[in-house]
């Protein structure tokens, strides 16, 4: 035997910890009370009306006829939140369910899954330069994770996975470990990436890049700027020029402009002609106009063909946020001069910013259910993967919807403000514990030789101690109220 005096060993992940009498083990979630050992956070089950609209799990179905009561009474759903492991894998898992929904019997079996193979897709909405792709994302000078590729709009971040939490020293495990947890249950985390930016990041927050609060997100890139807002333009500029970095549109040259019948007005752009109208690479990436290191728009300007420009033109420059704009005129030589806005633009440029939706921060927790936690379903875990994937048995993370990942195994993403606060946790091997529901009609769970011995009726469930009770909004499957 293994045991030490006046200690019980945990057996809920693989670093079995030996613990004392009123002490806790190294994850914070389990405690010696009197000799047994105690699940310390509340298993945590979800409420909810069936007039909500929506059903957040199976146990709650969106209609149902009139059962005599005045008012929907609240449905129950048994998350894995708080309700342990399978550790070590060969036992069933924690809470195996039965309940009946519009005439159908059905079982939800619930775990908490250790996941060392886990990962967090991050989406930044900003335009600014975080950093090149697959630059390194450092947290306490360790790297978590990398830049990816960016999305209209977006910044896209990497981190996570085996190879970080495992696959380096202890120090980047543990740093690893912690900023995706903190991450996973909405907490700010501060990380720099390398040759790039220090950007704050919490899921559903505007996220914080050098100090700066980003607001919005752009409307477009430049060429869609263009064609956006063209016609609102007309008789009150002649030129105007959107800066961006990736697309930056000319008014005069592009076809909306075209269209509209804009004369030309000799301007002269650098960077790479794309389509007419549309320019790549007019400087580098950065933070400053569209998403590059402009400080002087002019600076993307070469002189005006004096065979088509006017001296008086006018011509505004903006960035696809309205963050930054100026006005110029032509003087005699041909060279803008810097006025100020006339009003007629300043609603134009406000038209801009108006369509620019909120900057925000969006986590998504990602990883693979693998044989160890499928084994707590039925003893023959390759018959759960396909009901998966014939959508016979829906999965779940706290009572949120995932998306499962077409090809072999359960890889599954879910958005992390759809679960209720706090829903993730973590072992020290290092690994994150994620809740993760099955649910499925009762015949299917016994066709692929589920532990039909272990269901429970979800009243039985609901009477027990040391649950906490959280309503959802119809907007949200998750969330505390």
């Given amino acids: 035997m293994d ?17 004392r009498e009123g002490m806790l083990g190294a994850c914070d979630r389990y405690a010696n009370r009197g000799g047994v050992l105690t699940r310390v956070d509340p298993h945590v089950l979800l409420q909810r009306t069936a007039s909500a609209g929506g ?8 209609s149902r006829e009139w059962d005599g009561r005045i008012l929907p009474q609240p449905q129950t759903f048994v998350t894995a939140i708080g309700a342990g492991t399978t550790y070590p894998d060969y036992k069933p898992a924690p809470f195996i369910v039965s309940a009946e929904v519009d005439g159908v019997d059905m079982v939800t079996v619930v775990t908490e899954g250790i996941f060392s193979y886990c ?19 450092r947290v306490e000078g360790e790297q978590i994770g990398h830049v990816t590729t960016g999305e209209y709009g977006s910044q896209m971040l990497s981190l996570g996975g085996v190879r970080h939490l495992t696959g380096g020293s202890k120090k980047e495990g543990r740093v690893t470990c912690e900023a995706m947890l903190a991450l996973a249950n909405g907490h700010p985390v501060e990380a720099h990436v390398d040759g790039g930016a220090t950007v704050v990041i919490a899921a559903g927050k505007a ?3 050098n100090g700066h609060r980003e607001e919005r997100m752009r409307v477009g890139c430049g060429s869609a700027t263009i064609g956006m807002f063209a016609r609102q333009w007309m008789g009150l500029v002649d030129e105007v020029v959107v800066v961006d970095d990736h697309i930056t549109g000319v008014l005069s040259e592009h076809q909306a402009g075209k269209f509209l019948g804009v004369a030309d007005t000799g301007i002269r752009m650098k ?8 320019y790549f690479k007019v400087a580098h990436p950065g933070t400053g106009w569209g998403g590059t290191d402009l400080t002087d728009p002019l600076s993307i300007l070469k002189p005006f063909d004096p065979k088509e420009a006017w001296p008086g033109l006018r011509m505004l420059m903006v960035s696809t946020t309205g ?22 633009l300043q609603l134009s440029v406000a038209r801009i910013v108006e369509n620019c939706e909120p900057a925000l921060c969006s986590v998504l927790f990602m990883a693979g259910a693998g044989g160890s936690l499928r084994a707590g379903v039925t003893e023959n875990p390759v018959r759960l993967t396909q009901s998966v994937k014939e959508a016979v048995t829906r999965v779940t993370a706290g009572g949120a919807p995932c998306y499962i990942w077409p090809g072999g195994g359960i890889t599954y993403m879910v958005d992390v403000t759809t679960l209720p606060a706090n829903a993730f946790g973590s072992v020290p091997t290092p690994a ?16 692929m030789g589920g532990h039909m011995d272990e269901i429970r009726p979800v009243a039985e469930v609901a009477a027990g101690e040391g649950k906490m009770w959280i309503s959802t909004s119809p907007a949200a499957t998750g969330g505390t109220e």
Wanted: proline fraction near 12%; charge should be negative; aromatic fraction near 8%.
């Fill in 55 to 62: 059903a957040v799990a199976p146990f709650l179905p969106a």
């Fill in 271 to 278: 960077g790479h002609r794309s389509t007419p109208g549309r």
């Fill in 432 to 447: 994150l514990v994620a809740p993760i529901e099955f649910t499925m009609p009762r015949a299917a769970y016994a066709a």
């Fill in 323 to 344: 963050e930054h704009f100026a006005y110029y005129e032509l003087d005699a030589a041909l060279t803008p001069v810097e006025k100020d806005l006339p009003p007629a």
């Fill in 119 to 137: 990962g967090l897709k991050v989406k930044i909405d900003t335009d600014r330069h975080l950093g090149d792709e697959r630059a390194a994302v």
């Fill in 207 to 209: 996220p914080v890049i």
């Fill in 3 to 19: 045991d030490q005096p006046g200690k019980i060993r945990c057996d809920a992940c693989p670093v079995l910890c030996y613990i």
